[in-house]
């Protein structure tokens, strides 16, 4: 089992900048994918961006050159470095990890619970 803890989500003007992470735990595991999902209120939740396994990355078109993922293996932390942000990128943000015990086979998806992120116009 591995949980995941969301943080980095606050208040912020447009243009400005926030770094969200997301720290992973559990017993013997390996972070095999991870993404990240954004749900703005009365919306569905929504893929912002995503990394495979094999290292590539997937963006939203409305993210795309302003969000980047990535991951520290040695924290077991996945981050969303989010930059110009915009009043349209408000909503709860979640991390999924894709994480396979021992780093043995395809793995399990996990969600985090969200962190709230607000820009300001």
């Known amino acids: 089992q591995v949980q995941l803890v969301e943080s980095g989500g606050g208040l912020v003007q447009a243009g400005g900048s926030l770094r969200l992470s997301c720290a992973a735990s559990?017993?013997?595991?390996?972070?095999?994918?991870f993404g990240w999902y954004r749900q703005a209120p009365g919306k569905q939740r929504e893929l912002v961006g995503l990394?495979?396994?094999?290292?590539?990355?997937n963006y939203a078109d409305s993210v795309k050159g302003r969000f980047t993922a990535s991951r520290d293996n040695t924290k077991n932390t996945v981050y969303l470095q989010m930059t110009n942000l915009k009043p349209e990128d408000t909503g709860v943000y979640y991390c999924?990890?894709?994480?396979?015990?021992?780093?043995?086979?395809?793995?399990?998806?996990?969600w985090g619970k969200g962190t709230l992120v607000t820009v300001s116009s």
């Open positions: 559990g017993s013997s595991f390996s972070i095999k994918a």
């Open positions: 990394r495979t396994s094999d290292g590539s990355t």
């Open positions: 999924n990890v894709r994480a396979a015990a021992g780093g043995i086979g395809h793995g399990v998806n996990y």
